[in-house]
């Protein structure tokens, strides 16, 4: 019998920001594959009518608030989390927030509010579910970072600056936690359209000079997450951990199309 080893069936995912956007596709595509979910918002109620799709396809799923900037916050929750399923497999560390201006116009609290939310919050939120992996001696952390974790954008510096660290603290907890059977990898998508990139993409023009420098032609669709997700979540990924996978069309390749390929 051929095993299927993207098979997440009677695994637990905990997916944080999943009162919309890119959090709610990754808990569609694991609950697709068979995991059981508890989605998180600062707002519970924000989750409620996605924690009701996810129930409609079989899963079961749970829904609790979590302030990622707030430390008493993600104690409760992963105390709730391990209470409404007993264990937490998977994490997706998915959280995040941004601000746009120039950098000489950025004050000391915008570059808190996102350095909180991205990085500190993204290990803190990490380092509460961790002992109950290390007790199971088994764990999958996705930590979501961007393809800012290796490219740099004048009007978004501390955004750049918290997922660069995203992908240097998942190879630190990839080293830490390894011994335990706890993989931690950073899923780092490319020019999405989210909440977050809408105003962009009302721009045809920078839309156009986008695609120009993305080898595959277009931005990424949130579907085009589904398979990432899952393989990392997954025992296909079983040996596959301080890695940071780009999931962006190619444009880290720095292509910029000629007249004539």
Same mark, same amino acid.
């Given at each position: 019998?051929?095993?299927?080893?993207?098979?997440?069936?009677?695994?637990?995912?905990?997916?944080?920001?999943?009162?919309?956007?890119?959090?709610?596709?990754?808990?569609?595509?694991?609950?697709?594959?068979?995991?059981?979910?508890?989605?998180?918002?600062?707002?519970?109620?924000?989750?409620?009518?996605?924690?009701?799709?996810?129930?409609?396809?079989?899963?079961?799923?749970?829904?609790?608030?979590?302030?990622?900037?707030?430390?008493?916050?993600?104690?409760?929750?992963?105390?709730?989390?391990?209470?409404?399923?007993?264990?937490?497999?998977?994490?997706?560390?998915?959280?995040?927030?941004?601000?746009?201006?120039?950098?000489?116009?950025?004050?000391?609290?915008?570059?808190?509010?996102?350095?909180?939310?991205?990085?500190?919050?993204?290990?803190?939120?990490?380092?509460?579910?961790? =002992? #109950?992996?290390?007790?199971?001696?088994? *764990?999958? @952390? !996705?930590?979501?970072? &961007?393809?800012? $974790?290796?490219?740099?954008? %004048?009007?978004?510096?501390?955004?750049?600056?918290?997922?660069?660290?995203?992908?240097?603290?998942?190879?630190?907890?990839?080293?830490?936690?390894?011994?335990?059977?706890?993989?931690?990898?950073?899923?780092?998508?490319?020019?999405?359209?989210?909440?977050?990139?809408?105003?962009?993409?009302?721009?045809?023009?920078?839309?156009?000079?986008?695609?120009?420098?993305?080898?595959?032609?277009? =931005? #990424?669709?949130?579907?085009?997450?589904? *398979?990432? @997700? !899952?393989?990392?979540? &997954?025992?296909? $990924?079983?040996?596959?951990? %301080?890695?940071?996978?780009?999931?962006?069309?190619?444009?880290?390749?720095?292509?910029?199309?000629?007249?004539?390929?």
């Amino acid at each position: 019998m051929v095993k299927n080893f993207f098979d997440l069936s009677g695994r637990v995912a905990l997916v944080t920001g999943a009162s919309r956007g890119l959090g709610q596709y990754f808990g569609r595509a694991l609950a697709e594959a068979g995991a059981d979910l508890i989605v998180t918002a600062r707002r519970r109620e924000d989750t409620e009518d996605f924690a009701d799709e996810i129930r409609a396809r079989g899963r079961r799923v749970a829904s609790l608030s979590l302030d990622v900037r707030d430390e008493a916050s993600i104690r409760l929750m992963a105390e709730e989390a391990d209470a409404a399923f007993g264990k937490i497999d998977i994490l997706v560390n998915n959280a995040g927030g941004n601000v746009r201006k120039p950098a000489v116009d950025f004050t000391w609290e915008d570059w808190n509010k996102v350095l909180d939310t991205n990085l500190r919050g993204t290990f803190f939120v990490a380092q509460a579910v961790a =002992p #109950g992996m290390i007790r199971r001696g088994y *764990g999958r @952390i !996705v930590n979501i970072g &961007s393809v800012t $974790s290796v490219f740099g954008y %004048g009007a978004i510096a501390p955004y750049c600056a918290s997922r660069g660290g995203v992908k240097q603290m998942t190879m630190a907890l990839a080293d830490a936690w390894g011994r335990h059977g706890i993989t931690v990898n950073c899923l780092a998508p490319g020019w999405f359209r989210t909440e977050q990139t809408r105003a962009l993409y009302e721009n045809a023009e920078w839309v156009e000079y986008l695609c120009e420098r993305i080898p595959l032609g277009r =931005p #990424g669709q949130p579907d085009d997450l589904d *398979g990432a @997700i !899952v393989f990392l979540a &997954s025992e296909a $990924s079983r040996y596959v951990t %301080g890695q940071t996978l780009l999931v962006d069309g190619g444009i880290t390749t720095g292509s910029i199309k000629a007249s004539v390929d």
